[in-house]
């Protein structure tokens, strides 16, 4: 695997083998690598002749400094993970190559309307505007065929899509399912943070999306959402959000809609803020 820390160098070897006629598939990650991640890798790797890794931390998209402070780094185990996974090129740039500008300099704005008021866009303000920097950024670098990411940030996948549709960047995005732990737990780095009795009270974040998930025809759904932010709260949650939208736009709804319908929670375990999510 290669791994390149400047961009010129980058794109020097990315034009190389898209002249050669490859396709290149792009999995952007701000590292803490988990099977989530490789699941991934292994689709780009399926999909395309060239798989390119990212991680950076993205100090842009964090609301909140401590948050950023404590994010996992495991860079040595990742190298591992990624070249058992067959990556290809790793591009690992320090915050100066991503932001030369400085990160607290001039970025431009998108305009994602309504996608960035709700649920995660209402409690992490510019959350989505860095996110949306930080990919428009890696996606002019590397160029690539094929866009990886993960269903367990549904509503980044919104952004991302709303993204491409705003720079008109020809990129086929592809949403990859949801990892999870064999009690449920979604796979994130940020369980990592979580303490042995956090870990095991983890669960039931999903537990409760399940619970939504079978009662939804029987149950009305402001019962249900009720009932859900009270099972959380009673294992020691803090509830930042349980709604239930329009899986094709993310609006909220209040009674069960026939056009697909999707879950999504966000909860703190003490220090440790966890979302997930499900399709119902
Ligand atoms: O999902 C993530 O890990 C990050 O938000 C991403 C897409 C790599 C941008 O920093």
Redesign the pocket.
Known sequence: MYIFKEIHSLQLHLEAEKKAGRTVGFV???GALHDGHISLITAAREQSDVVVC?I???PT?FNDPKDYEKYPITINEDVSKLVAAGTDVLFLPTVAEMYPEGVHGEHRHYDFGYLETVLEGAHRPNHFQ??GI??HK?LEIVQPTGLF??QK?FQ?CMI?KKLLEITQMPVNLVICATRRETDGLAMS?RNMRLSADERKLATAIYNVLVGLKQNIGSTPLPDLKQNAILALEKQGFLVDYIEVADANNLRVVSAPIPEGMVALAAAKLNEVRLIDNMLL
């Open positions: 952007p990650t701000m990212s950076f931390v993205n998209q860095g996110v930080i990919v890696l990411m993960g940030d980044q991302v780095s």
